[in-house]
T-cell receptor, first 115, second 115 residues
């Protein structure tokens, strides 16, 4: 079945450092890919998404590119801030057109940013 | 605009007591609805999902149950809580239209502690 694997955390960075959180996936079809973020004590919220190969999702300085050839969707940010400290989840979902309505989440990567 | 509500926000219950968590969505109709559990420091575990009134699918056999008595209401229940039921419970919804790629919208969560 479909699955998502993301790098284990925690990841600890200093403010203004470059961030990469690796994510790879396994899917039989052509899923949509997502990054969600969870701040302490809150629910998840969508950070960015990409719905087809070579799409780049971006939001709040974060970017991720849908790489079908390497089945990857790595999250990057050029300069992190203390306020980016959170847990980041990579996820995939099969297209609704094919009957998919469940989202498969990775285990989450906790990011700590030090001032 | 759409909003999702969960209550209560926090709950402390003794082992063996019943449970009822409620989730409601406003501003949309016929959404897909989901219950997830997140154990401390862990990823998301999908418990139940529903694609319509009275239609419930269970992902993990356990002492929990779910019901959808109205289009935008989703209830998580238990007759007798176990210590292992402690965790952060998240409700989420997604559009059923194929244009929305199954992007999920999460509620603020309920933190349940079973003593």
């Amino acid at each position: 079945g479909d699955s998502v694997t993301q790098m284990e955390g925690p990841v600890t960075l200093s403010e203004e450092a470059f961030l990469t959180i690796n994510c790879t996936y396994t899917a039989t079809g052509y899923p949509s890919l997502f990054w969600y973020v969870q701040y302490p004590g809150e629910g998840l919220q969508l950070l960015l998404k990409a719905t087809k190969a070579d799409d780049k999702g971006s939001n709040k300085g974060f970017e991720a590119t849908y790489r079908k050839e390497t089945t990857s969707f790595h999250l990057e940010k050029g300069s992190v801030q203390v306020s980016d400290s959170a847990v980041y989840f990579c996820a995939l979902s099969d297209p609704p057109q094919t009957g998919g309505f469940k989202t498969i989440f990775g285990a989450g990567t906790r990011l700590f940013v030090k001032a | 605009s759409q909003t999702i509500h969960q209550w209560p926000a926090t709950l402390v219950q003794p082992v063996g007591s019943p449970l009822s968590l409620e989730c409601t969505v406003e501003g949309t109709s016929n959404p897909n609805l989901y219950w997830y559990r997140q154990a401390a420091g862990r990823g998301l575990q999908l418990l139940f999902y529903s694609v319509g009134i009275g239609q419930i699918s269970s992902e993990v056999p356990q002492n929990l149950s779910a019901s959808r008595p109205q289009d935008r209401q989703f209830i998580l229940s238990s007759k007798k809580l176990l210590l292992s039921d402690s965790g952060f419970y998240l409700c989420a919804w997604s559009e059923t239209s194929i244009a929305y790629y199954n992007e999920q919208f999460f509620g603020p969560g309920t933190r349940l502690t079973v003593l």
